[in-house]
């Protein structure tokens, strides 16, 4: 069974910084590229950043690119994101999920999501 | 950047009736087109890819139509279960957007 699980969520001040992990099992991990989604309080969903199986191709949304990166260790079958310089409206539950077609870097559909960590910032 | 907007905003059905959500794009999607249900507390989940193709263990109430702009999620008889807010998310181009979403309330 598919099974994703973020961590590092937690109380950050504005201009910190934080890594969040997601662990994966259940499937082969460097066969998939994942990404991260985020959902502000009572907001809707906004993708953020993808990364292919390899680890090669990496890209982000405008909101995050230059202080967010992600990474993966398919060794460990772990997700990372590296949140730096962080804002008010970074504020949000962070989800992992994985793209649904093996071997495909071109973007799909997400099949499994992680059940998400908070980020607050805030002083 | 390729915009998705969903209509309408909230949904009142009542059991057992039919909800009809739609989700137009800015641009040309082809069938790039993916929709997910979520519930409060809950990560997405998704029910339909390819625009039309129901995901593993969805049920058969749950359709999906379109392609290029215009697309439909249709759900036919709904069950309390259903009650959720869904999102549209395209996949054609990056960055891969979502919808505003539309919540499915109780009439």
């Known amino acids: 069974e598919v099974h994703l699980l973020e961590s590092g969520g937690g109380l950050v001040q504005p201009g910190g910084s934080l890594r969040l992990s997601c662990a994966a099992s259940?499937?082969?991990?460097?066969?998939?590229?994942m990404s991260w989604v985020r959902q502000a309080p009572g907001k809707g969903l906004e993708w953020l950043s993808f990364i292919s199986g390899s680890g090669i191709s990496t890209y982000y949304a405008d909101s995050v690119n230059g202080r967010f990166t992600i990474s993966r260790d398919n060794s460990k079958n772990t997700l990372y994101l590296q949140m730096n310089s962080l804002r008010a409206e970074d504020t949000a539950v962070y989800f992992c999920?994985?793209?649904?077609?093996?071997?495909?870097?071109?973007?799909?559909?997400?099949?499994?999501w992680g059940q998400g960590t908070l980020v607050t910032v805030s002083s | 950047e390729i915009l998705m907007t969903q209509s309408p905003a909230t949904l009142s059905v009542s059991p057992g009736e039919r909800a009809t959500l739609s989700c137009r794009a800015s641009q040309s999607v082809g069938s790039n087109l993916a929709w997910y249900q979520q519930k409060p507390g809950q990560a997405p989940r998704l029910l339909v890819y390819g625009a039309s193709t129901r995901a593993t263990g969805i049920p058969a109430r749950f359709s999906g139509s379109g392609s290029g702009t215009d697309f439909t999620l249709t759900i036919s008889r709904l069950e309390s279960e259903d009650f959720a807010v869904y999102y549209c998310?395209?996949?054609?181009?990056?960055?891969?957007?979502f919808g505003q979403g539309t919540k499915v309330e109780i009439k």
């Open positions: 999920a994985r793209d649904s077609r093996p071997y495909y870097d071109s973007g799909s559909d997400f099949d499994y």
């Open positions: 259940g499937f082969t991990f460097s066969s998939y590229a």
């Open positions: 998310q395209q996949y054609a181009a990056s960055p891969r957007t």
